[in-house]
């Protein structure tokens, strides 16, 4: 398959000639990829560079590469965009349309002029709300009821692009980072097969976004995984779906991070101090502000995960200890 012919997918014959460049990483954007590939000729893909990934330390290309290499287009992986080579590809390729999806670098005024109708991004929430890296776990962190996708004509700014268009999904209660990325992954795809050729086409009315209802969602550290049993134990709650399966979410256990996993909220009336461990049937539980957190699933350190009761019958001293 020569680069650009997308034989695999169906065409509209009508926007075939716009000249795309797809600019992603993630697992994320790879409905949007397949997507852009079946509404225009893409003729170049830009990703991240391969990481070492797992315990091996193994240099692993991101998803977005492995797809755009096996629908034969070509790919760059630029450490920063900065480098005047980077500019000089983009040039040559010649774009109409830039389309980017969770790519995880600013772009720089001289790419955002470049293509003739703009550059477009797919972002995660319903801006202005939860700007910035981590939209998906911000959502539920906040105990949102619903969430979406954003069709952006991108700017200079972070995420503060006039709006295109918008598409809106419900948070589950039983909604993880994890469950919740592949919904909005789907959503991504869709509003770009929907909207991506009225934009072609006829435009779309370009929304101002209102920015004091702007909130930002930064990049996760994996030591704001700890959690803290003097909040509510909705806010446990929120935060241990929020944060899986990255950074995920943890307390200190002899010393050593104890992973915790999946967890189930229950009422409770007594006195113990938050963090307080509790015998909750055969599983262990912890003391919250307003009630326990029974864990349901756990990982120790060095081993792989494990059900709280499994958990417990190999570690009887957990039961009373007071996490800080």
């Not at 990481?51 to 790919?75: D, N, Q, Y």
């Not at 105990?143 to 069709?151: H, K, P, R, S, Y």
Request: hydrophobic share 40%; charged share 20%.
């Amino acid at each position: 398959m020569q680069p650009g012919t997308n034989s695999a997918y169906p065409r509209d014959d009508k926007i075939e000639i716009m000249r795309s460049i797809f600019m992603g990483s993630p697992e994320f954007a790879l409905p949007a990829l397949t997507a852009l590939a079946s509404l225009s000729e893409i003729v170049g893909v830009v990703t991240q560079p391969d990481r070492p990934a797992g315990r091996g330390r193994t240099l692993m290309p991101p998803p977005v590469k492995v797809l755009a290499e096996k629908l034969g287009l070509s790919v760059i992986q630029p450490e920063t965009m900065r480098l005047p080579e980077v500019m000089d590809r983009l040039r040559s390729w010649q774009p109409d349309v830039i389309v980017v999806t969770a790519f995880g670098k600013i772009l720089r005024p001289e790419v955002l002029s470049l293509p003739g109708r703009g550059c477009l991004n797919l972002h995660a929430s319903l801006l202005p709300r939860h700007r910035g890296a981590a939209p998906i776990p911000a959502a539920i962190l906040a105990g949102d009821a619903e969430t979406g996708i954003t069709l952006m004509k991108m700017d200079e700014g972070l995420d503060t692009g006039a709006i295109l268009a918008q598409q809106k999904i419900a948070i589950h209660p039983e909604d993880t980072a994890a469950s919740l990325s592949r919904n909005l992954s789907a959503l991504a795809a869709e509003t770009l097969q929907t909207f991506f050729p009225v934009y072609i086409r006829e435009g779309l009315a370009a929304v101002t976004q209102d920015n004091s209802c702007a909130t930002y969602a930064p990049r996760l550290m994996k030591e704001e995984g700890r959690l803290d049993f003097r909040q509510s134990s909705e806010q446990v709650s929120r935060k241990v779906r929020a944060f899986h399966p990255w950074p995920g979410t943890f307390i200190l256990w002899k010393g050593h991070p104890l992973k915790i996993l999946e967890v189930e909220l229950e009422s409770f009336q007594g006195g113990q101090e938050p963090g307080t461990v509790l015998p909750y049937g055969l599983f262990p539980a912890v003391r919250t502000a307003d009630g326990i957190i029974i864990l349901r699933q756990i990982q120790p350190a060095g081993k792989r995960p494990m059900a709280g009761d499994v958990f417990l019958r190999g570690a009887r001293e957990f039961i009373g200890q007071v996490l800080a």
